[in-house]
């Protein structure tokens, strides 16, 4: 991986740390927590909610929330998109800016 590469990451980790917090969905609700390692990735980010639902923003600025089913090593499949139940989508991880995932309910 060369040098840029691993500035581009870490610039969209903090993206997404910026996207989390400006949202309120960072702090912790009783008894859940997010943590994200300072060095982490987006793709580390969805690995570590496989199963949850979240919301991806890509480069375009389109917004996809659904279930993270799995997450390869250049494509996120996400099922049962916001509001197209019956849809799965395969995102392209390169070109997701940002992750938010829920943490509470009110």
Same mark, same amino acid.
């Given at each position: 991986?060369?040098?840029?590469?691993?500035?581009?990451?870490?610039? =969209?980790?903090?993206? =997404?740390?910026?996207? %989390?917090?400006?949202?309120?969905?960072? =702090?912790?609700?009783?008894?859940?927590? %997010?943590? *994200?390692?300072?060095?982490?990735? *987006?793709?580390? &980010?969805?690995?570590? !909610?496989?199963?949850?639902?979240?919301?991806?923003? %890509?480069?375009?600025?389109?917004?996809?929330?659904?279930?993270?089913?799995?997450?390869?090593?250049?494509?996120? !499949?996400?099922?049962? %998109?916001?509001?197209?139940?019956?849809?799965?989508?395969?995102?392209?991880?390169?070109? *997701?800016?940002? &992750?938010? &995932?829920?943490?509470?309910?009110?």
């Amino acid at each position: 991986m060369n040098r840029g590469n691993t500035q581009a990451r870490r610039l =969209a980790v903090l993206g =997404a740390l910026y996207l %989390l917090l400006a949202t309120g969905a960072a =702090a912790p609700a009783a008894g859940q927590e %997010l943590s *994200i390692n300072p060095q982490a990735t *987006i793709r580390m &980010v969805l690995e570590q !909610h496989t199963g949850k639902t979240v919301e991806v923003t %890509l480069a375009s600025g389109e917004k996809l929330s659904g279930k993270v089913v799995s997450v390869g090593q250049f494509v996120l !499949h996400l099922s049962r %998109l916001g509001g197209r139940d019956f849809y799965d989508s395969a995102v392209r991880i390169e070109a *997701i800016q940002a &992750v938010a &995932v829920r943490v509470r309910n009110k």
